[in-house]
């Protein structure tokens, strides 16, 4: 029987191809950057002012298990390169928001490594040249008023950190995803459920013509553990819940049988949701968890103070020149610190101490006060912000671009949360309302940036609960979304409790690829929010009990 | 949500692989008690119940590395076991089955662990699903009936079958995943030597797969499928900065028959000299002519022949039909004999990649004859029935995750009056002669192939090495960046004579398969400009490697002001790079033209002075490499218009005077 339910020992195994000497490997990336800075230039044009060479060189496990038993087994061994090349210079060059380097699969062999970038280097340089010609001849005719740099100069780093040899304690992972996935075992409505645990060892070179030579963790993949679980109503509504446990690393995973209950949790709620009514479309006021306002703030503002969107016309630029002006509540403020490396215990999941053009990582004030104070900085200058500060993000293929890491919402005056939630009951009283809503967790969220599109953004709730106006009871809805306008419901925001907590484990998503964030928030009471019915997919349930469940 | 996966790699595998059927009691029990439920009471209200269902059950360990240059990129390995339903309401004469061939994936992954619990959840959701897809398929197919009636062609949806049984405890056979990688380094070397070699891809890979054979009707199968895989295509931009790829593969069913580290050195090396010759290679317009097919050509012939004899084919109402009704009647040369047999295991001592004992229906296979002196004989049959023939033939064949349907397993292409290789070409000359053209095609060496449709019918385009024979002279010369096209049952008509030199040719196009064929002589074969765009060599030389070989590519100079393009009439075609390597010729291409061999020449130089002594190098460049005399002819005059065109444009001065 698979449910041998823990390896008796924990015991590493080598974990795919020894690691490449460091040496070894800057020292192929520098003999073919210096070759490409000192001779290569394509007819009248020059050779490029800027390179930047990234090497991630990664092993990966993956192991998925259901009901307690393994359903995949996966593990792989691969690097990836990526060139970027600049040409023109730092006040005007062919970067733009759509710009992105040029990336392959690569070898570690020293020399192969040279060819393959020595191929990476002639197509970024051959790109950045006819981008440079091009984004001139688009100059020809747009009117630039207020011309920014491309590049801020930024000082070179230096820092060659070598990782543990790459050990992999399989058995051991694999034990655990069967483990907490048996814990399905107990529910037979629930009709799909996954254990997904994936770990990592990677690390990242970054060498860059200005002198700047890295060797890091590859902070863009922390290890992690996702549990998730599909059922259907009775009549049909698809219905899912997930948990991302916070973890960096396996090493410092909570025991067990605390994964356990957070799992069992899962299903509780999942079965729990197939009994409960369809809420239709409302506006109405609300509490938002703390892990729901996080990933509100996360979409309604991080998004949009992302530095580079401040640059170009076709982005919405709500906040572009509000500097120095409010825009939250006074009671309001907001910080992104990339270096802070846990809450309360708890691993932060954005956390890095280089970001992905290699600047270091730095706290930056986004809200102070309700006051806007800054952005999301790459090495993209704007207007008033010539310099990046450590937030230039990028995945492993992709150009960084100013992103979010761990966003901290924090409330002066906050309360207890007993009476945030005594002054959501005075609110639907004082204005008549039959009920307002409670809003737990979040499976995430979109928002569009730019202005061709309506600023909708939405977050999906993991849980709504419907709370009576009268009597103060909670009833536990299904089927329905956040929506609303970014700047219209952060202004909706009343009052906060003091219940700040950490939402980990979220990928978020942009032109510069999925990178790792999490959110801490306290809950907060909204005016008024708008719930939106989610799209229709419903199918028959199952004709046949689960085979566990049928007598015959 | 996490970034798309990349590349991949990994570990090495266990020596002693899962245990097999018998140990895997909880899997069988899991499958037995969900049929059976399936059986009696999976019945949606005023809907058919199910009258037939087969679980198919693929376990697979995948190990692969990927390389450039012999040195790892990537690598992985993967377990994995995927679950298919094939589940029937109505009746054998008429049921849900689809009318055309679905080429979806349906897998699903199940535990890969004998427990019984997380398996016997799985397939029930799995049949749940079938059984609801199944009733609505066959009220849609019964709707379709009522409308339009049933085709004159239509037979029985499902055959009857005798029930098979064969199981049997599972015995890994004993790979080592260290030989598979000295054999990518053994083939791979050679190319890392050579630096204009611009990438050397390969891929070793190695599955193991069982595949169950579970069915209501008492079906029984276990099968045992290892398939070692070595790939490689070798990469370089000619002299006029188009993309020129080589490559080549092997597929071995079990250890045995892997080639050996001495085979595949000297195959690597072969690659060398081919991409080397390729890249100085003639190019020409394309035009028609007689042609003869090696066997590995002839192979992808056959095959595309064989796809479109499946029975599926016959009945698909959305492809050709190509030979429905047609039994009996003349279809290719009557010398020709065409026949499948997958009970073949080897052929002059070489295994057979395609051979089975039963196909994925659970079906023995059977050899049978398709063509027989040219006439038309049978078809592949699965289950679905073809008019005229009540039952399979055993060639039900699926690929991982899809419903199966008749496909080839080892084809073999005989014929009964056998030419040896220079009764052939001496045949294609006089053809060449009697139809009043210069040349005749020689193709070789097939890569791949590619099919405007699937299922064997539409135009085929074969992706070979081609070399031009002169009828006068007979004399051989390779051209370039020209593939073959034309529809497979045409090419297979205009076959005139066969070889003596039969060889077998692998493919995995839908399932493994063999196919031993000889040359074929074509009255007639179309050639096609291959889909390659000129893209301009790197600035920079390539870093050094371990053994350079100076001048192979040469570092750009300083970049000329002036280009001019001048042709050179040669008396011979000529190999060396190396040798035309003058101080301002940017880059040069060899043309087969009506009025003979000529080469195109963009030379250039800073100032209209320095173009006029880079012209004068490289006349004497090109006189001291092309034996027999050189006259020159200048198509673009140095002004600046003339020189912009020949130096920016895409390719070369094909519209300009000849």
Redesign the interface.
Known sequence: MALALAAPFARAESWGSAPAPAADVFGALEAEMSRSLARLHEDSFGPPYFLAYRLHDARHYEVVATLGAALTDYVEDYRIAYAEARYGDRTFDNTDLSYQGVNTPSPMDPQVLRQTFWLLTDQAYKGAVSGWLEKKAKRATELVTEPIDDFSAEPAVQKKEELPKPALDRARLRALAERLSAVFRGYPDIHESNVTVGAWWARRFLVTSEGTRLLTPAEEMPDELRVSAVTRAEDGMRLEDDLLVPLRAFAESPPDAELERAVRGVADELVALRRAPVQEAAAAPAILDPEMSGVLFHEALGHKLEGQRQRDSHESQVFRDLVGKPILPAFLSVIDDPTLKSFKGSPLHGSYEFDSEGSPARRVALVEGGILRGFLMSRWPIKGFPDTNGHGRADWRSHPTGRMSNLIVSAEGAVPRAELERRLLETLRRDGKPYGFLLVGSSGGENPTNRESPQTLEVRPRLVYRVDAKTGKRTLVRGVKLVGTPLVILNRIVAAADDDALANGFHCGAESGWVPVSQIAPSLLVSEIELQRLPEDRVLPPLLPSPLHDPR | ???A???????ALPAVAAPGPADEP?LERAIA??LG??KS????EGYPPIYFAQLTVWDLEDWDQ???????????????RIALADVRVGGPALDNHPVSPRGDYLGT???????E?????????IL?GA??TATADFLRKQAVLVSRGRADYDADDLSAEPATASTAAWSPRAWSVDRLRRLDDALSDPL?AAPWV?HAESHVGLRRLRTRLRGTSGLAIDKTDDWARIEIEAVALSSDGLRESVSRDWHAREPEALPSEAELGRAGRELVDDLAELRVAATTSPFSAPALLDASVAGGLVYALGQSLSGEEQRNPGGAQTFRGRLGDRIISETLTLVDDPIAASFRGRPLFGRYEFDDQGVPARRVTLIEKGLLRGFLLSRYAVKGFAHSNGHARAPLGQIPLGVPGNLFLTSSEPHSRDALVALLREECRRQGKPYGLWIRRLRGWSQQQSGGQGSIRLLAEVRLVSAATGRVERVRDLDLVGTPLVMAESVMAAGDDPEIADTDAVAPSSIVSPSLLLTEAELQRSETKPE?A???P?????VPEAGAVPARAE?PALVEVDRYRLAARFDAIAALDAEGLLAWRQTRTAEGLVIDAKVGGATGERAREALRRVAAAVAAVARGGVRRAILFPLDSAGAYRARYDDGWPDSGPR
Request: net charge positive; aromatic share 6%.
């Open positions: 949500m996490i970034p996966s990349l590349a991949i790699v990994l570990l909880a008690a969900e439920r399936a009471s999976l019945r949606e990927w390389s450039d240059l012999a040195a790892p990129r990537a690598e992985s390995t993967m377990r994995q992954p199940v535990s890969i662990a004998d427990d619990f997380a398996l016997r959840h799985a397939l029930w959701r749940d059984y609801k890392r611009l301009k790197p600035v920079l390539p870093p050094p490697r371990d970049e």
